[in-house]
């Protein structure tokens, strides 16, 4: 069966980012974006992050971060980390923006599923077509973003082979939270 995924974190970088590579290189339909206002990436200090529009390149970020302090951005990983985004598209997009229509999103953050889920709801249902909202929760750094993202794409692929998602979702969640200590939540939505 196919099933069209989308994954979202807060800035669409780091852990929507991983899980879209991951999903992507295993041959699913997958699209990415963040549910923030900007996209924020850290900076030289708590208090002073690099923050952007949605829509602003990866490629630019990155420009943009090496001739601020390459020695800085390659050793906290963002470097490396746009360097797989802008492989994989071209910016960060934001949800709330976005007119895509999927089977199953997969949020990474629990405010980030709020987000998604006070969208939907906003959007009203003039579609009448169901989407499956899970959100996985998913500490926001590169060890744990690549652990996320293979939560995620075992939760894919149980998916993508139901034979019926509507009726098998509920118990291929409760399977794989009892197998993993990423706190999951699920509810359902038209749209």
Avoid: W
Avoid at 36 to 65: C, E, H, M, T, W
Avoid at 105 to 126: H, Q, W
């Amino acid at each position: 069966m196919t099933v069209d995924f989308a994954v979202i974190c807060a800035s669409n970088q780091n852990r929507s980012m991983e899980a879209h590579c991951v999903l992507a290189g295993h041959g699913f339909n997958v699209k990415s974006y963040g549910t923030g206002s900007a996209v924020r990436l850290p900076g030289p200090s708590q208090d002073k992050p690099n923050i952007y529009s949605f829509g602003k390149s990866y490629q630019d970020i990155y420009v943009d971060l090496k001739a601020k302090d390459p020695q800085l951005y390659t050793q906290n990983g963002l470097l490396q980390m746009l360097d797989r985004n802008r492989k994989i598209k071209n910016a960060p997009e934001r949800f709330q923006e976005s007119k895509g229509h999927f089977d199953v999103i997969i949020t990474c953050e629990e405010r980030c599923f709020d987000a998604v889920c006070e969208e939907l709801t906003s959007r009203g249902s003039p579609h009448c077509k169901r989407v499956h909202v899970i959100n996985v929760d998913i500490i926001d750094n590169h060890r744990d973003a690549s652990a996320g993202g293979k939560v995620i794409l075992e939760i894919a692929k149980l998916l993508r082979d139901a034979k019926d998602l509507d009726q098998e979702i509920e118990g291929i969640l409760e399977r794989v939270q009892s197998g993993d200590t990423h706190k999951i939540l699920y509810t359902a939505h038209y749209y």
